[in-house]
């Protein structure tokens, strides 16, 4: 039924029933172009302090529905959203949300890197000197914590200064990802956060999301039906914008309830 | 490579005029400078450095049968070729106009971007390729019968409170031509030139760059300072340097508003002035009445200058482009 690097045993907690402790409501979601929806009427709960991987084939929404959550389509001109989001207290698409509280509560790690035309240093530094986050003569141990914390450090410790598009791809998401941890967030919404990067620096992306989840709930894109696997409690299967499962990532890998799942973790589709 | 016998006909028509249109323009600046600089040397024998310490340039009385000679070149009874005013006008007003549009243009097309309605700003668009179209001559006409007076009545003397800071602002501010004027006449016409640049520049910022900064939860302006200006800001300068050398040669318009000083340098910003360029213009005629023929020298001198200035100005500007630009990418200086 499963193919062989399914048969990994989970890292993640073994929970059969979907979490009910809820950090993440998303309720009759629809992402309109003009007329043509992109995600269509999905309705989700993403459990608190848990890893999510949101998975499905190429154009089949998942990102649409990653940058619903912190209300990035405001920014798409064409864009309209229906249906609503709730983060903890945060009604997401009430009118007098507040986008600054929630974007600094929610981070988001684009499927490009997009470091800033700034130096390394200051690329993680400017949100939380924006949010009055730093302390005063902190910087720069927040910067190398920072660093230390997504294995950058020794390849940029000599160059904070320096131009973060001199760095390789994979070093520039991960600068990212420093520059989105620095705000301390409650959500992380990763879209393929280690899509550009060797085997061994997704290991300690992995093992770092791992940890973050003592304090972050994550939600996390992936082609990478084997890292969603390794890494995920719960499993959320989208196709051409439409929800099609949402399990426990040991009840979609093993057993899942639709025959379309089935065949999307045995390969056969995606 | 392809050898010469390879080459069809065509290629050789192409290459032979690709020889031709890559070396025309060289060309013709080279050509351009010779003559100059030939037309000029007589003048130059005569004034030396007075050309460029001397504030009193006049032709001569050119109706007069008695001559003078210095340095073995013949001018009218009179005649004094000191080209300083002129210098410090066009200097003076080119910087101010820059100092004036650049904050304007892209000040303005950031707002206009980040606030206007998509559609709207298309209309304003044509509005802003309307304003490069006027001619220079209208432009003029327009600062010396309705720009300058309102100014000199209703804005200049507001401005005269800052002579307690800065002393050149003091008054008297005069009937509305002069520096002030000149430089906010020539502004505007600079200013469509780095409008429109800055706006082609705005949509090469790449919007994943802009949407890091927006997911991080900053506002439009943080947005802008940390991530939009570091992608323009090489282009504005290339921009502003175009703009500078726009306000550098203008002369038509300059020549209506600026009150036209021929041997005075201005005390304050709403003295009379005069530039190189309108200087030609407005003596030209009177030169070519000139039996001695200095006068045209003198006026070819004052036109090899400007070459002088505008090539300098150019060759800095790339130099600066070329200083920036090199690193890769742009960084900035935080927040
Ligand atoms: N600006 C846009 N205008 C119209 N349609 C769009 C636009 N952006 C994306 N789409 C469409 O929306 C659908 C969902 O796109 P989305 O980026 O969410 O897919 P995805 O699941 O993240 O894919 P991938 O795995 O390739 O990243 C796709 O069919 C895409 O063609
Ligand atoms: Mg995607």
Redesign the pocket.
């Given at each position: 039924m499963s193919a062989g690097y399914l048969s990994v045993p989970a890292g993640a907690v073994h929970q059969q029933e979907l979490s009910t402790d809820t950090a993440i409501r998303v309720n009759d979601l629809s992402v309109l172009?003009g007329q043509k929806a992109?995600v269509d009427n999905v309705s989700l709960t993403f459990p608190h302090k848990r890893i999510t991987a949101i998975v499905?084939p190429?154009?089949?929404?998942?990102?649409?529905v990653l940058r619903a959550i912190n209300r990035m389509h405001d920014h798409?001109p064409g864009f309209s959203v229906k249906g609503d989001v709730t983060i903890g207290d945060i009604d997401v698409y009430s009118p007098d949300a507040n986008l600054r509280v929630l974007r600094r509560r929610v981070g988001m790690l684009f499927?490009r890197a997009n470091p800033f035309p700034q130096s390394i240093q200051d690329n993680i530094l400017i949100a939380p000197k924006a949010h009055g986050m730093v302390p005063k003569n902190g910087s720069r141990d927040l910067c190398e914590s920072l660093l230390q914390e997504v294995g950058l450090w020794n390849a940029v410790k000599d160059r904070l200064g320096g131009s973060p598009f001199m760095l390789s791809g994979g070093q520039q998401q991960l600068l990212c990802l420093a520059r989105m941890l620095a705000l301390q967030p409650d959500v992380a919404l990763l879209d393929e956060p280690t899509s550009a990067l060797d085997p061994g620096t997704t290991e300690h992306i992995e093992s770092l999301l791992k940890g973050l989840r003592e304090k972050v709930t994550i939600l996390i894109?992936t082609?990478n039906l084997a890292q969603a696997l390794r890494i995920s409690d719960e499993v959320v299967f989208l196709m051409a914008?439409k929800l099609v499962e949402h399990a426990t990532a040991n009840k979609f890998f093993h057993d899942a309830a639709d025959e379309r799942s089935r065949e999307y973790v045995s390969g056969r589709i995606g | 490579m392809s050898t010469a016998s390879e080459l069809t006909t065509g290629d050789r028509i192409l290459r032979a005029v690709s020889a031709v249109a890559g070396f025309l323009p060289g060309g013709i600046v080279g050509f351009f400078a010779v003559v100059m600089i030939l037309t000029a040397i007589p003048a130059i024998a005569f004034s030396g450095l007075n050309f460029f310490t001397g504030t009193t340039f006049t032709l001569g009385n050119l109706y007069a049968v008695t001559t003078i000679t210095h340095n073995g070149v013949t001018a009218p009874h009179g005649a004094a070729y000191g080209a300083l005013t002129f210098i410090v006008g066009t200097f003076a007003t080119s910087i101010f106009a820059l100092v004036l549009a650049i904050p304007v243009s892209v000040g303005g097309v950031l707002m206009l971007t980040e606030w206007v309605p998509r559609r709207l700003q298309n209309t304003l668009a044509v509005f802003l390729e309307l304003l490069a179209g006027i001619p220079s001559v209208v432009f003029g006409l327009w600062g010396i019968v309705v720009f300058g007076p309102i100014m000199a009545q209703h804005v200049y003397p507001a401005l005269t409170s800052i002579g307690n800071v800065i002393p050149w602002f003091k008054g008297p501010v005069g009937a509305g031509e002069g520096l002030l004027t000149a430089s906010l006449v020539l502004g505007i016409m600079v200013i469509p030139i780095i409008a429109s640049t800055t706006r082609e520049l705005l949509r090469g910022v790449p919007v994943l760059a802009k949407e890091g900064a927006i997911a991080l939860g900053m506002t439009r302006y943080e947005t802008t300072r940390v991530v939009t200006l570091p992608y323009i800001r090489t282009g504005i300068l290339a921009a502003s340097l175009l703009g500078w050398g726009r306000a550098l040669g203008e002369t038509i318009a300059v020549l209506i508003v600026s009150g036209n000083a021929l041997n005075v340098l201005p005390h304050n910003i709403y003295s009379p002035t005069s530039t190189i360029a309108s200087t030609i213009a407005a003596l030209l005629d009177a030169a070519l009445t000139d039996f001695t023929g200095s006068a045209v020298h003198a006026l070819a001198y004052l036109g090899l200058l400007l070459l002088v200035i505008s090539l300098l100005t150019n060759f800095a500007g790339r130099l600066v482009i070329k200083r920036v630009s090199t690193g890769a990418l742009p960084v900035g200086r935080g927040i």
């Open positions: 172009v992109l499905g190429t154009g089949s929404g998942k990102t649409t798409t499927q894109v082609h914008g | -």
